[in-house]
């Protein structure tokens, strides 16, 4: 779902991380709380106070969601489920899962703790509201609380829509799954739900730009896009380990790929092999004994003017997980570990030992035939 995102902290063995398109979220915010909200319900204080104030509202929202999608991978997490961690974007934040729950029990009880959370939150800091107004707190401090006491109901009462993946959708789709015991039908209707709240949210979006209100209205046609496009992929996503479950990389592993002595310059590199094969990853291979490999994101780091006095041994990539993987591993896993590290090829070790290669095309060549099928 994400695009490049920079790690904040670890919180209980959760990686927090933001995705660029937050800080876009958080301008937005703390702009238009220091310039509308805050002076149209407190119009007596100083333009310095209300961006205080907007400031303070939007870390107040941050900490928010991250406490909304925390709550999420901690029962995620009990349920024995293992979690990647927690991404906040601009539509909010998500919880990364890399599995689906156990059972629909399960389900329900992970997407449930969020919209309580966001109850809960929203109870403490309209409580702190009220105990300000009554012994006097200043108006901005104040201000804040009644703000982020507002803003978490809203957060709640949003998630709580039935439409997939809301939480309240995923709700849905654990009433759904414990009732026919089939997850597959459950996520396809909770997620077809879930692409029509979208449209709907588009319409409404549209006809908010017609009556004149630009934010407002963009801000719901860009919501309604992110839900139904997210309900779509996520009924794809399923569809796919389904389809892939229980298939080991044996299967569609090429035994014998083309490999690149070490010796080898990058211009004879480009010219013999990536131009020849289209392939972007290529395992070093000095007699029986497997270096590396080397990958044209690599190549493009050197100078063109270098390439001839460069070898392949100089600049490729050693060992790693992100470009190995064991023969006997789930088809599964292997295309998780190729979307997380954004290659299309693994080199497939056995021992150290370089015993092929799989690659994305290959994955989804059968993932095509299995699903048109229907098998």
Not at 2 to 23: N, T, Y
């Amino acid at each position: 779902m994400f695009g490049s995102k920079f790690k904040l902290f670890r919180l209980m063995g959760f990686e927090v991380s933001i995705d660029p398109s937050w800080i876009l979220l958080a301008v937005l915010v703390a702009w238009s709380l220091s310039t509308g909200y805050f002076p149209y319900k407190y119009g007596t204080l100083s333009s310095g106070t209300y961006w205080t104030m907007g400031i303070v509202g939007a870390l107040g929202l941050f900490v928010s969601i991250v406490v909304h999608e925390f709550c999420h991978s901690l029962v995620a997490r009990r349920s024995g489920m293992a979690m990647k961690g927690i991404t906040l974007f601009i539509f909010g934040g998500v919880a990364e899962m890399t599995e689906e729950p156990p059972s629909a029990g399960d389900e329900f009880r992970i997407a449930a703790v969020g919209p309580l959370s966001s109850l809960g939150m929203a109870a403490l800091f309209y409580g702190l509201g009220r105990l300000g107004a009554g012994i006097g707190w200043p108006i901005p401090i104040n201000g804040v609380m009644v703000y982020l006491g507002a803003i978490n109901l809203v957060l709640a009462l949003f998630n709580l829509v039935p439409a997939y993946p809301l939480d309240g959708g995923r709700m849905l789709r654990a009433v759904l799954w414990a009732w026919k015991g089939r997850l597959a039908w459950a996520t396809r209707v909770a997620s077809g739900i879930g692409e029509g709240f979208g449209f709907v949210l588009i319409l409404f979006g549209v006809y908010r730009l017609l009556t004149g209100l630009l934010i407002a209205g963009m801000w719901l046609c860009l919501i309604g896009l992110f839900i139904r496009s997210a309900a779509q992929v996520s009924y794809q996503q399923l569809v796919t380990r389904r389809a892939l479950e229980g298939e080991t990389l044996d299967r569609f592993m090429t035994p014998r790929p083309v490999t690149v002595p070490p010796e080898t310059t990058l211009d004879k590199l480009v010219e013999d092999y990536i131009y020849h094969y289209h392939h972007k990853l290529f395992p070093v291979v000095d007699g029986d004994r497997l270096l590396g490999c080397i990958t044209t994101r690599e190549v493009k780091q050197v100078p063109r003017e270098q390439w001839p006095r460069t070898s392949v041994g100089d600049v490729a990539e050693a060992m790693s997980d992100q470009n190995t993987i064991a023969p006997g591993t789930e088809a599964v896993k292997a295309l998780s570990r190729m979307h997380q590290n954004r290659t299309g090829r693994l080199m497939v070790v056995e021992n150290g030992r370089l015993v092929g290669i799989i690659s994305l095309k290959d994955l989804l060549d059968f993932l095509s035939l299995k699903v048109e099928l229907d098998v």
